[in-house]
C-alpha cells in the first residue's frame, strides 16, 4: 500500500484531480482482522452502491458471489452476480444488507460504495466510502435526499462539483468505448461529434444539405466561413487557441470545437489534412471531443446530454441563494432563445461583429470595407442599417424583461475579409484562368478568319468571350482587396486599431450601430415591452474615448426621443479589459453606469502573453513545471489580473456607488472564478449559454461557502 502511492496510476489520478502534496502527502493503512467469505455456500462477497451510480435511482445496486473472497469479485476471474439475487440464496443476508444500506446513507449523508463479506451467515461491511457517480445519478440522489429530509437544499446543492454539471449538457464520448486517440488539440468547446471531414465552409454547407453529418477541417477560420459552421456538427482547426474565431463561435452555438491542433498539417489546395503518416481525405470519418481537444479516427459512440427535471430543480435552489446574477454570451435571437432555456437572466454581451458575418451581409461589410471615403462608407452602412435593427429588436424581444448589454464593433475590420495568402492563391487561379480563355479567343478568332460558317463553333466560343471579361473584372477586385489588406496589415492586431480607436477613427460605423439599437429600442418601447438596452464601449483605455463616444449617444438618442415624445431608458458603459482602464477607474465612471471586464484580453495585457502562442508553446510546460499553477486563460489569475479588477471596482464605486459592474470573458463560466468575482462583489457573470448551469451552481457555491 505504501509503495503504490508513488504508483504511476495514483500519480496520474492525483495530477488529473489537482491533488498537490500540500492537500495530501501520503496514505493510510488499516490493520484489522480478516473474515472469510470463501468458508462455504453459506458465505460470499461482494460491492454494492446504496443507489445507482448511473441513473441515481433509489435502489441497492451491486454484484456479488458465493463462496468466494474480495478479489475474485474485482479481478474479473469469474463472473458476479447481480445483488438482486441475494433474496433468493441468502434472504435473511439480503434484508441485513438492505438494512446496512439505509444505516449508511442515514449515518453519511451520502450515497455510499461499500464492500461486504458474509462468512458462514454472518454479515461483515468491511469498508464503505462516498460512491462515485456521474451528474445524472449526483443531481437525482441531492433532490430525492433532500426531500427524504436527509440532507438540506443547502447540502443538496453543495454535495455537486459545478463542472461536473458539463456531463448533462453536452453529448459526450461512450465512456466505454476503448479508442486511441490520432491527435491532441485545445478544448475550445465541449461536448463531441462524429462526421465526414470537410475543408471549406460552402462543401459543408451543400454535404450537409445532402443529409450527411460533416466536421469542418480547417487550418483556422474567418468570419465568411459562418454558413459552414451552421451546416458542421463540429469544428476542428489546426491553429488557433481558447479566443480563436473558430472556438468563439462554436461556443456561441453550443458546437464541440477542438482548436489549435498543431500535430495536424492541413493541405487546403488538395483538401487533404496529415497526422504523421496518417492521411485524412476529404469524406473520411473522424470524431472530435471538444471538451478533452482529442482527435480520433472513425465514428466514435456518443452518449446523448440529459437536461433532467431535476436538475431544473435543483438550479432553481441555486438562483435562490446566489447572490451574482448569471447571464448569456450570445449573439443572434436563436442564441438567446437557448439562452433562456439554460436559466439565464440576460445577456452580459452581444457580440454586433457576429451579426455581421452571415452569408448576405458579408459582402455588405466588404463593400464598406473597401469604401474609400466616408461618404461611401456611410452607403454601405445605410444597408447594414435596417438588418442591425431588425436584430436588435428580435434580441430585446426574446430577452425581455431582462437586460441586453450590446457590444459596439470590436475586432480590427481585416478580420472580415480573406487573408493576404487567400487573396494571392485565387488571384493566381484566375490569371491562369485568363490565360486559359484567351487561348480558346484566339482559336474562336481563328475559325472566324477562316469562315468555317460552323453556327455550331460560333454558339460555343460566344460564352467564353464573354467569361473572359467576368474573369477580368474579378482580377481587378480582387487585386483592389489584396491592397486594401496590405494597407490594413498590423504587426499586433490584438493591440491595434480595433474597439474605440475604430469607432473614432470611423464614426460612422458607431453612429449607424448606437441608431439601430435605440431605434429598435424605440419599436420596442411602442409595443409596451419592459426591455433594459445596455450600450457598452470595447477598448477603453481614458475617459476621452468613453466621452467622444457618449457625444454620439446622446446626440442619436435625443432625435429619437423628440420622435417618440418621451426618454429612452437605456444604459451607457464600457469594457474594462485595458490596463489603464483599471488604473482610471475613478474617471471612466464618471461617464459610464456600468463596467464590463472583459478577462480575456486583461490577462493577455496583464501577462503580455499573446493567448494562442501561449498556450500552444510554453504555458503547459509553465504548469508542469509549477511555474504558474493554472493556465490564466482557463482560471482567473486572482494575484495579478485580479488585483487590478479589485482595484477598478473600488475606484469605480467610490465615484459612482450605483455602479453594476460585470465580467463577460471567458472566466465568466468557471467556478473557482466565480467564487472570485462574487468576493470582490461583483453583480453578474456572463458565458457561452451551455456553461451557464455550471455558472448558477457555482454562483450558489459562492455565496454558501462564503
Same mark, same amino acid.
Given at each position: 500500500?505504501?509503495?503504490?502511492?508513488?504508483?504511476?496510476?495514483?500519480?496520474?489520478?492525483?495530477?488529473?484531480?489537482?491533488?498537490?502534496?500540500?492537500?495530501?502527502?501520503?496514505?493510510?493503512?488499516?490493520?484489522?482482522?480478516?473474515?472469510? &467469505?470463501?468458508?462455504?455456500?453459506?458465505?460470499?462477497?461482494?460491492?454494492?452502491?446504496?443507489?445507482?451510480?448511473?441513473?441515481?435511482?433509489?435502489?441497492?445496486?451491486?454484484?456479488?458471489?458465493?463462496?468466494?473472497?474480495?478479489?475474485?469479485?474485482?479481478?474479473?476471474?469469474?463472473?458476479?452476480?447481480?445483488?438482486?439475487?441475494?433474496?433468493?440464496?441468502?434472504?435473511?443476508?439480503?434484508?441485513?444488507?438492505?438494512?446496512?444500506?439505509?444505516?449508511?446513507?442515514?449515518?453519511?449523508?451520502?450515497?455510499?460504495?461499500?464492500?461486504?463479506?458474509?462468512?458462514?451467515?454472518?454479515?461483515?461491511?468491511?469498508? +464503505?466510502?462516498? &460512491?462515485?457517480?456521474?451528474?445524472?445519478?449526483?443531481?437525482?440522489?441531492?433532490?430525492?435526499?433532500?426531500?427524504?429530509?436527509?440532507?438540506?437544499?443547502?447540502?443538496?446543492?453543495?454535495?455537486?462539483?459545478?463542472?461536473?454539471?458539463?456531463?448533462?449538457?453536452?453529448?459526450?464520448?461512450?465512456?466505454?468505448?476503448?479508442?486511441?486517440?490520432?491527435? #491532441?488539440?485545445?478544448?475550445?468547446?465541449?461536448?463531441?461529434?462524429?462526421?465526414?471531414?470537410?475543408?471549406?465552409?460552402?462543401?459543408?454547407?451543400?454535404?450537409?444539405?445532402?443529409?450527411?453529418?460533416?466536421?469542418?477541417?480547417?487550418?483556422?477560420? *474567418?468570419?465568411?466561413?459562418?454558413?459552414?459552421?451552421?451546416?458542421?456538427?463540429? !469544428?476542428?482547426?489546426?491553429?488557433?487557441?481558447? +479566443?480563436?474565431?473558430?472556438?468563439?463561435?462554436?461556443?456561441?452555438? $453550443?458546437?464541440?470545437?477542438?482548436?489549435?491542433?498543431?500535430? =495536424?498539417?492541413?493541405?487546403? #489546395?488538395? @483538401?487533404?489534412? /496529415?497526422?504523421?503518416?496518417?492521411? =485524412?481525405?476529404?469524406?473520411?470519418?473522424?470524431?472530435?471531443?471538444?471538451?478533452?481537444?482529442?482527435?480520433?479516427?472513425?465514428?466514435?459512440?456518443?452518449?446523448?446530454?440529459? /437536461?433532467?427535471?431535476?436538475?431544473?430543480?435543483?438550479?432553481?435552489?441555486?438562483?435562490?441563494?446566489?447572490?451574482?446574477?448569471?447571464?448569456?454570451?450570445?449573439?443572434?435571437?436563436?442564441?438567446?432563445?437557448?439562452?433562456?432555456?439554460?436559466?439565464?437572466?440576460? !445577456?452580459?454581451?452581444?457580440?454586433?461583429?457576429?451579426?455581421?458575418? +452571415?452569408?448576405?451581409?458579408?459582402?455588405?461589410?466588404?463593400?464598406?470595407?473597401?469604401?474609400?471615403?466616408?461618404? @461611401?462608407?456611410? #452607403?454601405?452602412?445605410?444597408?447594414?442599417?435596417?438588418?442591425?435593427?431588425?436584430?436588435?429588436?428580435?434580441?430585446?424581444?426574446?430577452?425581455?424583461?431582462?437586460?441586453? +448589454?450590446?457590444?459596439?464593433?470590436?475586432?480590427?475590420? @481585416? %478580420? /472580415?475579409?480573406?487573408?493576404?495568402?487567400?487573396?494571392?492563391?485565387?488571384?493566381?487561379?484566375?490569371?491562369?484562368?485568363?490565360?486559359?480563355?484567351?487561348?480558346?479567343?484566339?482559336?474562336?478568332?481563328?475559325?472566324?478568319?477562316?469562315?468555317?460558317?460552323?453556327?455550331?463553333?460560333?454558339?460555343?466560343?460566344?460564352?467564353?468571350?464573354? %467569361?473572359?471579361?467576368?474573369?477580368?473584372?474579378?482580377?481587378?477586385?480582387?487585386?483592389?482587396?489584396?491592397?486594401?489588406? *496590405?494597407?490594413?496589415?498590423?504587426?499586433?492586431?490584438?493591440?491595434? @486599431?480595433?474597439?474605440?480607436?475604430?469607432?473614432?477613427? /470611423?464614426?460612422?460605423?458607431?453612429?449607424?450601430?448606437?441608431?439601430?439599437?435605440?431605434?429598435?429600442?424605440?419599436?420596442?418601447?411602442? *409595443?409596451?415591452?419592459?426591455?433594459?438596452?445596455?450600450?457598452?464601449?470595447? #477598448?477603453?483605455?481614458?475617459?476621452?474615448?468613453?466621452?467622444?463616444?457618449?457625444?454620439?449617444?446622446?446626440?442619436?438618442?435625443?432625435?429619437?426621443?423628440?420622435?417618440?415624445?418621451? *426618454?429612452?431608458?437605456?444604459?451607457?458603459?464600457?469594457?474594462?479589459?485595458?490596463?489603464?482602464?483599471?488604473?482610471?477607474?475613478?474617471?471612466?465612471?464618471?461617464?459610464?453606469?456600468?463596467?464590463?471586464?472583459?478577462?480575456?484580453?486583461?490577462?493577455?495585457?496583464?501577462?503580455?502573453?499573446?493567448?494562442?502562442?501561449?498556450?500552444?508553446?510554453?504555458?503547459?510546460?509553465?504548469?508542469?513545471? &509549477?511555474?504558474?499553477?493554472?493556465?490564466?486563460?482557463?482560471?482567473?489569475?486572482?494575484?495579478?489580473? &485580479?488585483?487590478?479588477?479589485?482595484?477598478?471596482?473600488?475606484?469605480?464605486?467610490?465615484?459612482?456607488?450605483?455602479?453594476?459592474? $460585470?465580467?463577460?470573458?471567458?472566466?465568466?463560466?468557471?467556478?473557482?472564478?466565480?467564487?472570485?468575482?462574487?468576493?470582490?462583489?461583483?453583480?453578474?457573470?456572463?458565458?457561452?449559454?451551455?456553461?451557464?448551469?455550471?455558472?448558477?451552481?457555482?454562483?450558489?457555491?459562492?455565496?454558501?461557502?462564503?
Amino acid at each position: 500500500m505504501f509503495r503504490s502511492w508513488m504508483g504511476k496510476r495514483a500519480v496520474d489520478y492525483r495530477r488529473e484531480f489537482n491533488i498537490t502534496p500540500d492537500m495530501a502527502n501520503g496514505t493510510a493503512v488499516n490493520v484489522c482482522t480478516m473474515v472469510f &467469505g470463501n468458508r462455504g455456500d453459506d458465505s460470499a462477497t461482494g460491492v454494492a452502491f446504496t443507489c445507482n451510480p448511473a441513473t441515481g435511482e433509489n435502489k441497492l445496486y451491486g454484484e456479488y458471489l458465493v463462496n468466494a473472497q474480495g478479489e475474485d469479485v474485482v479481478a474479473g476471474i469469474r463472473t458476479p452476480k447481480p445483488i438482486d439475487r441475494l433474496a433468493d440464496e441468502m434472504p435473511q443476508m439480503a434484508k441485513e444488507i438492505e438494512e446496512l444500506r439505509q444505516k449508511l446513507e442515514a449515518h453519511y449523508y451520502e450515497v455510499q460504495d461499500f464492500e461486504f463479506t458474509i462468512e458462514r451467515g454472518v454479515l461483515y461491511c468491511l469498508q +464503505t466510502r462516498n &460512491g462515485k457517480m456521474n451528474a445524472v445519478a449526483m443531481v437525482r440522489t441531492s433532490v430525492e435526499m433532500e426531500k427524504e429530509g436527509l440532507i438540506s437544499r443547502y447540502q443538496a446543492l453543495l454535495r455537486i462539483v459545478p463542472d461536473d454539471l458539463e456531463q448533462m449538457l453536452y453529448p459526450r464520448l461512450d465512456p466505454n468505448a476503448r479508442v486511441t486517440p490520432l491527435a #491532441q488539440g485545445l478544448p475550445a468547446s465541449p461536448g463531441a461529434a462524429s462526421g465526414h471531414v470537410v475543408f471549406d465552409a460552402d462543401r459543408a454547407e451543400a454535404e450537409a444539405k445532402k443529409g450527411k453529418t460533416v466536421i469542418l477541417l480547417r487550418e483556422e477560420t *474567418k468570419p465568411e466561413d459562418i454558413h459552414g459552421f451552421f451546416a458542421s456538427k463540429g !469544428i476542428l482547426t489546426s491553429r488557433g487557441g481558447k +479566443t480563436s474565431h473558430a472556438a468563439v463561435v462554436a461556443r456561441g452555438m $453550443g458546437k464541440p470545437c477542438v482548436a489549435g491542433a498543431e500535430g =495536424i498539417s492541413v493541405d487546403v #489546395q488538395l @483538401h487533404e489534412a /496529415f497526422v504523421g503518416d496518417t492521411v =485524412i481525405r476529404e469524406g473520411d470519418l473522424i470524431t472530435i471531443d471538444g471538451t478533452s481537444g482529442k482527435v480520433y479516427l472513425g465514428a466514435v459512440p456518443t452518449v446523448e446530454a440529459d /437536461f433532467s427535471a431535476e436538475l431544473n430543480i435543483l438550479l432553481g435552489w441555486a438562483d435562490e441563494v446566489a447572490r451574482l446574477s448569471v447571464m448569456a454570451n450570445a449573439d443572434t435571437a436563436l442564441d438567446a432563445d437557448r439562452a433562456l432555456k439554460y436559466g439565464a437572466r440576460g !445577456i452580459g454581451l452581444c457580440r454586433t461583429e457576429r451579426m455581421f458575418n +452571415t452569408t448576405e451581409r458579408l459582402p455588405v461589410v466588404i463593400e464598406m470595407i473597401m469604401a474609400e471615403t466616408a461618404e @461611401h462608407r456611410k #452607403q454601405s452602412l445605410e444597408k447594414l442599417l435596417p438588418m442591425q435593427r431588425q436584430d436588435f429588436q428580435e434580441l430585446f424581444e426574446v430577452m425581455a424583461p431582462y437586460p441586453v +448589454t450590446i457590444r459596439l464593433l470590436d475586432p480590427p475590420i @481585416h %478580420e /472580415f475579409l480573406p487573408s493576404e495568402q487567400q487573396l494571392k492563391d485565387d488571384l493566381l487561379f484566375l490569371q491562369q484562368l485568363r490565360d486559359s480563355v484567351r487561348g480558346l479567343e484566339v482559336l474562336s478568332s481563328t475559325l472566324s478568319l477562316l469562315k468555317t460558317g460552323d453556327a455550331e463553333n460560333e454558339e460555343f466560343f460566344m460564352p467564353q468571350m464573354v %467569361e473572359s471579361r467576368q474573369v477580368e473584372e474579378a482580377i481587378v477586385k480582387k487585386e483592389t482587396m489584396l491592397k486594401k489588406v *496590405k494597407a490594413l496589415y498590423e504587426t499586433n492586431p490584438m493591440l491595434g @486599431h480595433r474597439g474605440v480607436r475604430l469607432g473614432i477613427t /470611423f464614426p460612422e460605423i458607431y453612429e449607424m450601430q448606437i441608431r439601430t439599437i435605440l431605434e429598435a429600442a424605440m419599436e420596442c418601447d411602442k *409595443k409596451g415591452l419592459e426591455i433594459h438596452p445596455k450600450i457598452k464601449v470595447p #477598448q477603453v483605455c481614458t475617459a476621452q474615448e468613453l466621452l467622444y463616444v457618449k457625444e454620439i449617444v446622446d446626440r442619436v438618442s435625443g432625435e429619437l426621443e423628440k420622435e417618440l415624445g418621451h *426618454k429612452l431608458e437605456f444604459q451607457f458603459g464600457t469594457m474594462i479589459e485595458v490596463v489603464r482602464a483599471c488604473m482610471r477607474a475613478d474617471s471612466l465612471a464618471k461617464q459610464a453606469n456600468f463596467f464590463s471586464f472583459g478577462t480575456n484580453d486583461l490577462t493577455q495585457a496583464a501577462f503580455s502573453f499573446s493567448r494562442e502562442d501561449a498556450e500552444n508553446k510554453f504555458l503547459p510546460l509553465y504548469n508542469e513545471r &509549477g511555474i504558474l499553477q493554472d493556465n490564466p486563460f482557463d482560471v482567473l489569475d486572482e494575484k495579478g489580473v &485580479g488585483k487590478l479588477m479589485e482595484l477598478a471596482v473600488k475606484w469605480g464605486r467610490d465615484q459612482r456607488p450605483d455602479l453594476i459592474v $460585470g465580467i463577460c470573458g471567458e472566466h465568466g463560466g468557471h467556478p473557482q472564478s466565480i467564487h472570485f468575482c462574487h468576493r470582490i462583489g461583483l453583480d453578474y457573470v456572463s458565458c457561452s449559454a451551455p456553461r451557464i448551469p455550471v455558472a448558477r451552481l457555482a454562483a450558489a457555491h459562492a455565496a454558501l461557502t462564503e
